[in-house]
């Protein structure tokens, strides 16, 4: 069992800047490649971005390229999505999920999953 903990959301105006955290506890954090999804009200959930293992390998979604930044630390655990230049339209419920096989941006390969942690952009 692998256990995540998203933080960071909050209220941005649009333009604004925000990172989101998720800690990661119960299993070798190292052993999982991590994704950040998103659900908007009433919407289906997204993929935003995913990172391998060992942090080398990046993939974002096209509406996020160049303004999102996906990072993680092995040695504290955690994963991070550096969000700029934010968009009202990107207003969601922010999850981190956990792949223990390979880094994919389909949700339903993901193992294990946050709470979520919600976003709000205002315009």
């Known amino acids: 069992q692998v256990q995540l903990v998203e933080s960071g959301g909050g209220l941005v105006q649009a333009g604004g800047s925000l990172r989101l955290s998720c800690a990661a506890s119960?299993?070798?954090?190292?052993?999982?490649?991590m994704g950040w999804f998103r659900q908007a009200l009433g919407k289906e959930r997204e993929f935003v971005a995913a990172?391998?293992?060992?942090?080398?390998?990046?993939y974002y979604a096209d509406s996020v390229k160049g303004r999102f930044f996906i990072s993680r630390d092995n040695a504290k655990n955690t994963v991070y999505l550096q969000m700029n230049s934010l968009k009202p339209e990107e207003t969601a419920v922010y999850y981190c999920?956990?792949?223990?096989?390979?880094?994919?941006?389909?949700?339903?390969?993901?193992?294990?999953w946050g709470q979520g942690t919600q976003q709000t952009v205002s315009s």
């Open positions: 119960g299993r070798t954090f190292s052993h999982y490649a």
């Open positions: 999920a956990a792949n223990a096989l390979v880094v994919t941006t389909r949700h339903d390969h993901y193992d294990y």
């Open positions: 990172i391998s293992r060992s942090g080398g390998d990046t």
